[in-house]
């Protein structure tokens, strides 16, 4: 009884205990542990341990076998009749050059260089989904609550409209243009909370949980800064790593040409009326044809290479490029959002409030309380448009050069 009541506690608890609201710094790092990332950490600690064993020795061979049986004559396929027939038994051993060995330890660090580029790229895509979705959350919930203030408003406006026809104060017009605003505030209601489900649900897909709590972080965005950091974009140095990825694949075609070599080693019973034998076998590649094998392939190698180097140089200006744009954007956002915030808005709230007095007294009709009531409306909404403009450019722009919250 007693197990059965502290289970019925924890199921009763545990929606309590892992439905928590997130800040701006939990989601980012509760997206550092999504699965995308975790993955990219394995594909990091694979590699890293392929690295040892790419320069080693390839395993030794066992070599069993029968020498010069006979298959004619009266001693067909007997073992003990033949001085030349031979139990064979021994140990292989290949002998990759050293060039080559080497090369494959090349290979196998650049592909850690690889894994560490992508494991950089996944983690940069994590934390920018996991803040583009709170950013969406947290202004959805504020247009959301506008909205909610709003349709409040519009519809008193409507039952005022409909208390002063029937006072005969007013006409059946305001009466209907009203109650269509009240409907049409109500349509853009449902459509606010569907987005605001939707964001929800990409934050849960980033995080795993769809609620937050806080303020929006404020980006300090430096320009000269960003430029001295963009070497350091994950997003380059996967360039980076296809490079050095090149590099090994042209010194592991260059190490083809020095001959791989191998070791026999090999002890033969024959029967006990003649002795047994021991042979030692060395067998030497000869790369006799560079010209048609190991020449094309090398040149192979070489244009890869420079496809690669070419590659890192195109996106280095395009995020050079990407990187004054964003920044010209983050600048006319935060001069128009100052404008908005100051400006705009105060006026559109000032007329809308001078409109619903004139109503009040009898001296504005519905129809100028709902024009004055939708400029202001719009004007808040544009407000809250340009604060998450600001805020996505501002974590597009720092993001990628660290790990935590500003």
């Known amino acids: ?170 006409s059946a017009n305001d009466a209907i243009a009203a109650e269509i605003d009240a409907a049409r505030m109500r349509d853009r209601l449902a459509d606010a909370e569907a987005a605001l489900a939707a964001e929800r649900a990409e934050l849960r897909r980033w995080t795993g949980e769809g609620a937050i709590t806080g303020e929006a972080p404020a980006f300090h965005v430096k320009g000269d800064e960003l430029r001295a950091q963009l070497a350091a974009h994950p997003v380059l140095a996967a360039f980076f790593a296809e490079e050095t990825a090149s590099e090994a694949g042209l010194d592991m075609a260059r190490a083809e040409r020095a001959p791989d070599w191998s070791l026999s080693l090999m002890y033969q019973n024959r029967e006990r009326d003649f002795g047994d034998m021991a042979s030692v076998e060395v067998r030497i590649g000869l790369p006799l044809f560079q010209a048609w094998r190991q020449g094309p392939l090398i040149e192979s190698r070489r244009a890869e290479q420079a496809r690669a180097q070419g590659e890192r140089a195109a996106a280095l200006r395009a995020q050079r490029a990407a990187l004054e744009t964003a920044l010209a954007q983050y600048a006319a956002l935060d001069a128009n959002l100052a404008r908005a915030r100051d400006t705009r808005l105060p006026l559109a709230r000032q007329r809308a409030e001078a409109v619903r007095g004139s109503f009040a007294a009898g001296a504005a009709s519905t129809a100028d309380v709902i024009a004055a009531r939708r400029e202001a409306v719009e004007a808040e909404l544009e407000l809250i448009d340009l604060e998450e403009r600001r805020a996505l450019v501002g974590a597009a722009l720092t993001l990628p050069f660290t790990e935590n919250a500003p």
Do not use: K
């Not at 504020?142 to 409209?161: D, G, H, K, N, P």
């Open 1 to 170: 009884m007693r197990a059965f009541w502290l289970a019925c506690c924890v199921i009763g608890i545990s929606p309590v205990a892992h439905a928590q609201d997130m800040s701006f710094a939990d989601a980012l790092a509760r997206a550092a542990q999504s699965p995308s990332v975790e993955a990219g950490r394995a594909g990091r600690l694979a590699a890293d341990r392929a690295v040892g064993p790419a320069g080693q020795l390839p395993d030794p061979q066992l070599v069993l076998g029968l020498e010069n049986v006979p298959v004619e004559g009266p001693d067909a396929y007997r073992f003990d009749r033949d001085f030349m027939t031979m139990r064979t038994v021994g140990i292989m051993q290949d002998m990759p050059s050293g060039a080559e060995r080497r090369a494959r330890r090349q290979m196998a660090e650049a592909d850690v260089v690889r894994a560490d580029a992508m494991l950089g790229v996944a983690e940069l895509e994590a934390r920018l989904g996991a803040a583009q979705a709170w950013f969406g959350v947290h202004y959805a919930e504020r247009r959301l609550a506008a909205l909610q203030s709003i349709q409040t408003e519009a519809t008193a406006l409507a039952a005022a409209s409909r208390a002063r026809l029937a006072g005969g104060a007013g």
